[in-house]
């Protein structure tokens, strides 16, 4: 778990994060959904991945470490495949997993394009390590959150989204229910940052915790200053769900 994080994203960040993302939701999610008929994903060691999914002679991981993607499956004997990321193409990763790719394929409304599937990613060590960091800090400030509040508060499960690659679960609260979760950055906010979402429109008591459209958001630089990272991810979330009336 790491207890501080570097005070500034590289220059490589969001353009990683656009190649990821596509990764996500293409190359990983599209091999769970073609085996389950699910696809979300999990915060893993090095960054992101599937949980365990498959039938037990044939189960598999795919997760993405650093500039790597890795697949650990079993079948004729248990194997782990480990591919470069930067310069490699989508097409390839995804022959590299058994899946094909289909432009038809959705997450949700928010899916990332294919795009060109020949062209190479551009994928950076540094930024995957800020990313991780990142979602470390994010599901260990949930999982304090849900270990303070989660037995009143019917938790449905913590997974990383396709669609918005972001970290993230509801709770009941105020009569509604409240996203909270964390999100590596997307086309409104390029930083990863964290954030409470009540579903519903009201946006009860300090105004100037509600920041955005949606609910609040807490930036990068605010975490990673912070003394305590996952500290100030928890008490940003208690004080969303405090001020919702959870």
């Known amino acids: 778990m790491p207890t501080t994080l570097p005070g500034a994203v590289p220059e490589s960040y969001a353009t990683t994060r656009a190649s990821l993302h596509r990764v996500a939701a293409h190359v990983l999610a599209r091999r769970r959904h073609a085996v389950t008929g699910r696809f979300g994903l999990r915060v893993t060691p090095g960054g992101f991945g599937t949980p365990l999914f498959g039938d037990p002679e044939h189960e598999e991981v795919l997760r993405v470490s650093g500039a790597t993607l890795v697949r650990e499956h079993r079948g004729d004997g248990v194997h782990t495949d480990v591919v470069a990321l930067d310069g490699a193409s989508l097409a390839s990763l995804a022959d590299a997993v058994g899946v094909v790719l289909d432009p038809g394929f959705s997450v949700g409304t928010d899916t990332p394009d294919l795009g060109d599937v020949d062209a ?33 508060t019917s938790p449905i499960v913590a997974q990383i989204w396709p669609e918005h690659f972001d970290l993230g679960l509801d709770v009941s609260g ?22 409470v979402g009540p579903w519903g429109s009201d946006r009860p008591g300090d105004p100037d915790f509600w920041n955005v459209g949606f609910g609040a958001l807490l930036g990068y630089e605010a975490i990673a200053a912070a003394p305590d990272p996952v500290a100030a991810v928890a008490a940003f979330m208690f004080r969303g769900l405090d001020l919702a009336g959870s």
Request: charged letters at 20%; aromatic letters at 6%; hydrophobic letters at 50%.
């Open 174 to 195: 105020g009569g509604s229910r409240v996203n909270l979760g964390a999100s590596v950055g997307d086309d409104h906010h390029a930083d990863p940052y964290v954030y």
């Open 120 to 152: 190479p990613l551009s994928v950076s060590a540094d930024a995957v390590g800020v990313m991780a960091d990142f979602l470390l800090v994010g599901a260990a400030a949930l999982d304090r959150v849900l270990a303070a509040r989660g037995a009143d």
